[in-house]
């Protein structure tokens, strides 16, 4: 079986991170790493790069993968997570992971946070801030909210650009500059105090996914958070969060409620806060995580006893069972 490594790093778009925008994209390094690792399953491999050059291999007639390992991020769309998957269900490409409408909702923190309420699932309290709104209509509804607050944007990932604000003045001013940064919905949530959570799922069918509950190992106090300086210079490990089993189970039932009302296929990554008192806050979901040895699927693979090339080929294995493809 050949497998295609489709990726984006920033120099694709003729973007460095000196605007300091765009955090969410891989490294050339890391994908050659992965390369590497599902080369050593058995499988050929091939880099395909991003939408762009994927649609020219495509057009000339070139494209030659069983299976594609979708990692792209995109630009300037907020379905920019869903445009290679939506060019690879056009043209009846298998690939492994959630499909093109999943990624574009789950990009969108605002309505996955909707989903999720509406599912019953506690989230934190929060205001979508329009591009355009009036600052004093801004500085009104951030006042329904208790301080501190963390500012997002909508439709970015790895925790590029985000902010906490400790006074509603200071969250208005930081607001309308992220509005005209990214030009996108800025949501306002209240920081949940609690343990930084990651709940990795493997599987499509309930009653036999792999899963675990994972946290980071720095974290010394409730007002921690893993932001974009600890994930890019941090020395941290992640490691199992050992909870009591019906916490585990809350977690678990919670992720999997969103999994598949959401319509997630084969892998995804769950993030939460776990207060002091036991109340589970769902964060968001991330179809398309980053694979790696010492990565939160890693640790859960060990905690089934599995090694991180075995974890990796459990995903694939997944993918090709749900597409009823064999692995050749």
């Known amino acids: 079986m050949k497998i295609g490594i489709a990726y984006d790093t920033l120099d694709m778009y003729n973007l460095d991170n000196a605007n300091g925008l765009y955090y969410d994209f891989a490294e050339l390094t890391s994908i050659n790493v992965l390369q590497h690792e599902i080369e050593n399953l058995g499988y050929q491999t091939v880099l395909l790069k991003n939408t762009s050059s994927i649609m020219q291999t495509i057009k000339n007639g070139s494209f030659n993968c069983d299976l594609v390992y979708n990692t792209v991020e995109g630009l300037h769309s907020r379905n920019r ?34 989903i999720a309420e509406h599912l019953g699932i506690l989230t934190p309290a929060y205001y979508a801030v329009q591009p355009g709104q009036n600052p004093d209509l801004i500085l009104q509804q951030l006042k329904t909210l208790q301080l501190p607050l963390i500012l997002k944007p909508n439709n970015e990932g790895n925790s590029s650009g985000i902010r906490i604000c400790n006074s509603y003045d200071s969250a208005v001013e930081q607001t309308i500059h992220m509005l005209n940064k990214y030009n996108s919905i800025i949501l306002c949530e209240e920081f949940i105090f609690g343990q930084e959570i990651t709940v990795p799922i493997i599987g499509n069918d309930p009653e036999k996914i792999f899963f675990g509950v994972t946290t980071v190992d720095i974290q010394r106090n409730d007002s921690f958070w893993l932001d974009l300086n600890c994930k890019v210079f941090g020395d941290y490990h992640n490691v199992i969060f050992d909870i009591p089993y019906a916490i585990m189970q809350q977690f678990k039932n919670i992720s999997m409620k969103l999994f598949r009302t959401i319509g997630c296929s084969d892998f995804a990554r769950f993030d939460y806060r776990l207060a002091k008192n036991n109340k589970i806050y769902f964060i968001e979901i991330n179809p398309l995580p980053a694979l790696f040895r010492g990565g939160s699927f890693d640790i859960v693979g060990q905690q089934y006893g599995l090694s991180f090339d075995k974890t990796l080929n459990l995903i694939i294995k997944t993918a090709c069972e749900r597409l009823s493809i064999p692995r050749i």
């Open 81 to 114: 997570e869903g445009l290679l998957p939506s060019l690879l269900e056009i043209n009846d490409i298998p690939y492994i992971g959630t499909d093109s409408f999943g990624l574009s909702l789950t990009l969108n923190k605002y309505m996955t946070k909707m």
